[in-house]
């Protein structure tokens, strides 16, 4: 199983990293929207946790090239509390759920094994 992890912040990426190994996830990382849209491509990962604020691409304009490439894709959100909208936002272009950041191990897992799951 491979799992995509996008965020601009090392920081972040590096906390998902730590509760996602033990799950023994083949972890690719992304520091962008662009980036993300060509690891997705290259590695077609089981799924992607993305951030919606980055650099260069942001992560709704990634998940909509990402859907347009694989519109089976499963993309889960991550993002901070202030950013309701684009979180709703998010899920009517078809994420299929979001993390809300700070997130707990319990919530990133019970929610990636959810989307992984449905």
């Known amino acids: ?14 906390q998902l990293k730590m509760i996602l190994e033990p799950l023994k996830f083949e972890i ?17 990962p089981n799924i992607v946790t993305m951030d919606i604020t980055m650099p260069k691409e942001n992560g709704l304009k990634a998940l909509q090239n990402i859907l347009a490439f694989d519109p089976k894709a499963k993309v889960i959100m991550v993002t ?13 272009k078809g994420a299929k759920y979001y993390i809300v950041k700070p997130f707990s191990p319990d919530k990133v897992r019970d929610t990636i094994l959810k989307v992984l799951n449905s």
């Not at 901070?80 to 009517?92: D, Q």
């Open 80 to 92: 901070s509390l202030g950013h309701r909208t684009r979180v709703l936002e998010a899920i009517e």
């Open 1 to 14: 199983m491979r799992i995509l992890i996008v965020d601009d912040a090392p920081f972040i990426r590096n």
């Open 28 to 44: 690719i990382e992304a520091s962008d929207g662009e980036e993300a849209v060509e690891k997705y491509k290259q590695f077609r």
